[in-house]
């Protein structure tokens, strides 16, 4: 893939497999019988779709990240060097029908839902035609199968129990995913959650991303105990995935949505992943100042779309289909940017539709209508609640 000089950890801008990588990628996917049986029937669409992802969700990080040096936008939250973890796991689902609830740095699983790239953009330029209209960068969709995230991290560890429930009260072969971050783990929320998918056994999937540190606090700073043992904790299903290796951490969750699909309730996927940047795109140099070069240089080699593509060349993709992929994401990536700009000049959004939307209305005030609350029938049993 093309890399990008200045926007890019310096790690991936010449980046090539250091010795053994390949091998090591190798090794990870065939350690396991059932997860290389998985694998193996993915068609080569399905492999250059995996590719395709994660090049998309780089890219459209990229162009972030040039607005954010451009001064269009004051800063922005990336998945860089962590788009294995996404990827692999939404393409493990069944799109047409399962859910996901992303966090911001999981920006990859709206695209792949289907949400078009451009509406992801404008969300950040706050435009009047953005999914919210201007009003927040948290991006759902659940015509799309997408729940909107909201900026408090393990809040959406409740929620997806709460949809999974739904799923298993009617009787629908389906099944709900999010990703937690190793801080968010920490959360009131997140034991809450887990708790109640473990005692439903809901079909919910939790896919805990260990990127090594939250904002600025290292994993050995914020957990004294192993950090697999959270679903030992709450008794349901757990297991670890490179979280670097697309495939593997698309096989790990395919085999864990297919067991909660089938009724045997939740499961944690562990993936190990790093952050190659700051929290954000403004504490970058903190980061690194917070962090021993060795780790950056230790993930640096294992740049998740590097390896890959990589190793499907190892395995006979010739390098024209890859760059034909790549050609085709770099088009949809720069018409994305162009409609999003020019929306940016001619759909501000006007200040007396910042009220529209921000909390529920009854259908009579949506109609025009008085939205004064009618007083309750004569006889009717309904009390109000004393709390
Ligand atoms: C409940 C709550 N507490 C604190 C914050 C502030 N905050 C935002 S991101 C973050 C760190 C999250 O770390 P992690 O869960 O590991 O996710 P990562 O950012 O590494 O992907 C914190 C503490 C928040 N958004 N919500
Ligand atoms: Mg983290």
């Given at each position: ?120 953009l404008l969300e950040y330029l ?174 640096g080699k294992r ?85």
């Amino acid at each position: 893939m093309k890399r990008y000089s200045m926007f890019d950890p310096p790690e991936y801008v010449d980046w090539k497999p250091a010795a053994g990588i390949i091998e090591e990628y190798q090794r990870t996917i065939s350690r396991d019988p059932q997860r290389a049986n998985v694998i193996s029937q993915l068609t080569q669409k399905q492999l250059l779709d995996l590719y395709a992802g994660m090049l998309r969700f780089r890219l459209h990080d990229i162009t972030l990240r040039r607005w954010v040096k451009q001064g269009i936008l004051a800063k922005a939250w990336l998945g860089t060097g962590e788009e294995a973890v996404t990827i692999g796991s939404v393409h493990a689902l069944d799109r047409s029908i399962d859910k996901v609830a992303p966090m911001i740095r999981n920006a990859g699983a709206c695209h792949e839902m289907g949400i078009p790239v451009v509406d992801m953009l404008l969300e950040y330029l706050g435009t009047a035609d953005s999914p919210s209209h201007g009003k927040d960068l948290h991006v759902g969709d659940m015509d799309r199968g997408v729940i909107a995230p909201v900026s408090q991290v393990g809040a959406l560890c409740p929620v997806v129990a709460g949809v999974a429930l739904a799923f298993k009260q009617r009787r629908e072969p389906r099944v709900v995913l999010t990703w937690i971050g190793d801080g968010a783990t920490k959360t009131t929320a997140f034991h809450e959650g887990m708790n109640f998918a473990a005692v439903l056994r809901v079909p919910a999937i939790y896919v805990l991303q260990n990127n090594q540190i939250a904002l600025g606090t290292r994993f050995q700073q914020h957990q004294a105990g192993p950090f697999t043992a959270w679903s030992k904790a709450y008794g349901i299903k757990g297991v670890s995935c490179d979280g670097n290796n697309v495939l593997d951490t698309y096989a790990a969750t395919r085999l864990s949505a297919n067991l909660a699909r089938s009724g045997n309730g939740p499961a944690i996927v562990f993936a190990e992943t790093f952050r190659m940047g700051g929290h954000a795109t403004h504490d970058e140099k903190e980061a690194r100042e917070i962090v021993a070069p060795e780790v950056f240089e230790y993930w640096g080699k294992r740049d998740p779309i590097g390896m890959y593509e990589y190793y499907l060349e190892s395995q006979g993709t010739p390098k024209s289909a890859l760059d034909a992929v790549e050609g085709d994401v770099i088009d949809e990536i720069s018409r994305a940017e162009r409609d999003a700009l020019i929306s940016r000049e001619s759909n501000v959004p006007k200040p007396e539709t910042a009220m529209e939307n921000v909390y529920a209305e009854t259908r009579a005030a949506r109609a025009g209508k008085s939205s004064t609350p009618r007083p309750p029938k004569a006889g009717s049993t309904r009390k109000t609640p004393s709390k």
